[in-house]
């Protein structure tokens, strides 16, 4: 995972070993436990509705950037906590430019001459400005009197630590947060995309999707997204 370290940061969950990583893992689980996930289910669904009501009725169009629409929006208010529209009105080119990241990116930014070029240079600023606006949004965070009352991951990350464990550095955080984009980003709207490729080509099982969907019935909906992985699975190398 080296290679993840120049846009990912030193403290990666996916970078750190042995008791770096037990501890940082240790204070992450908070965030994603079943109570947590399913207190974002409400803001995802209202986001992820809002964005269909935007699709043409009729006419045929990629699936894939609507899904990374999605998966973008749902990063930023239920991960990042941003809320207010002129932040994220800033940071969505950002962020988008930060995770159209390929191995071509990613090796050159372990040669510090080639970061005077294009494309290494423009990554690095919008990198560079994506990390301002992050270190203002934990500030202005951890500023805030009602965290525990605050569901998105960003206000779970900062009430946990305690006895047993230092809470997370400001660095910590951000390294955590883009490690969240980087790795749920692409790999959700992939994922996503297949899914619909497969419901497409099952119509039974798009009809019964679509009643589980109306009935909140999300044991078979989790089982429609499973299979659709199994079938198209996003990281083969594992």
Same mark, same amino acid.
């Given at each position: ?94 962020? !988008? #430019?930060?995770? $159209?990241? @390929?191995?071509?990116?990613? /090796? %050159? ?6 970061? &005077?070029? +294009? =494309? ?89 999707? !679509? #009643?589980?969907? $109306?009935? @909140?019935?999300?044991?078979? /909906? %989790? ?6 992985? &199994?079938? +198209? =699975? ?5």
């Amino acid at each position: 995972n080296t290679i993840l370290r120049p846009a990912m940061g030193e403290h990666s969950l996916l970078l750190v070993d042995e008791d770096d990583h037990q501890r940082t893992r240790r204070l992450l689980m908070p965030a994603f436990n079943g109570a947590a996930l399913r207190g974002y289910a409400a803001l995802v669904g209202e986001l992820a509705r809002a964005e269909v009501d935007r699709w043409p009725i009729g006419p045929t169009f990629r699936a894939m950037p609507r899904m990374q629409a999605i998966t973008l929006e749902v990063i930023l208010r239920v991960v990042f906590g941003v809320s207010d529209e002129a932040r994220l009105r800033r940071l969505r080119p950002l962020v !988008a #430019r930060l995770v $159209d990241v @390929g191995p071509t990116i990613m /090796l %050159g930014l372990f040669y510090p001459g080639l970061q &005077r070029y +294009r =494309p290494w240079r423009s990554y690095l600023t919008a990198k560079s400005k994506v990390d301002e606006l992050l270190y203002a949004q934990i500030a202005e965070r951890r500023g805030q009197t009602d965290l525990a009352d605050r569901t998105d991951v960003l206000s779970r990350l900062l009430t946990t630590g305690g006895a047993d464990a230092e809470p997370l550095s400001d660095a910590e955080l951000r390294d955590q947060l883009v490690t969240l984009l980087l790795a749920g980003h692409e790999t959700t709207a992939t994922a996503l995309s297949w899914t619909l490729h497969e419901l497409a080509r099952h119509p039974d099982v798009q009809r019964d999707a !679509a #009643r589980a969907a $109306d009935d @909140g019935d999300d044991e078979y /909906l %989790g089982a429609v997204v499973k299979e659709a992985m &199994r079938l +198209r =699975p996003v990281i083969s190398q594992v």
